[in-house]
């Protein structure tokens, strides 16, 4: 048989630990592009969030009236805090979904190439069945 088959590159860089997925540090593009992360950085942290939800509690002594009292919790609180809180949600679940998204790739990739690596060793198993049949006849 001249069969010999090859596993896929990423299967044996993945068993090596060699495979990492891409990380949002390294799309950063130009001046603006590394501004914009740096403050979505420091806005996206709990640390801000709690920040936010003191500066917010600053202001709750000199509400008086019921809505006041709804004006301070929706424009200031809410939207103070909870800006926060969903940038860190959102940076959490972008970046699990990115991992996810990246592997399955590189998986379908890795077992195409396997497929083809078997369609690869049929036709070698073909060639040697075709021989056998004729020398037995």
């Given amino acids: 048989m001249t069969f010999k088959h090859v596993p896929h590159p990423h299967l044996v ?3 090596r630990g060699e495979v ?4 949002v540090k390294d799309e950063h593009v130009g001046l603006n592009g590394k501004i914009a ?9 709990m640390w801000c969030a709690y920040v ?9 002594p000199y509400v008086h009236t ?4 709804i004006q301070w919790i929706s424009q200031t609180f809410i939207q103070l805090v909870m800006l926060s809180v969903i940038m860190v949600g959102q940076g ?17 990739e890795a077992v195409l190439h396997e497929c083809l690596e078997i369609q690869r060793h049929l036709q070698e ?3 040697e069945l075709v021989k056998l049949t ?3 006849k």
């Fill in 37 to 45: 992360v740096a403050v979505t950085n420091g806005v996206g942290t």
């Fill in 134 to 136: 004729a020398n037995a």
């Fill in 52 to 60: 936010f939800a003191f500066l917010a509690l600053i202001a709750l």
């Fill in 66 to 69: 019921t809505l006041q009292l």
């Fill in 13 to 15: 860089r993945r068993q």
């Fill in 92 to 108: 959490v679940q972008g970046s699990a979904g990115d991992k996810r998204a990246e592997l399955t790739y590189n998986d379908a």
């Fill in 125 to 127: 198993q073909d060639k």
């Fill in 20 to 23: 990492r997925p891409p990380k």
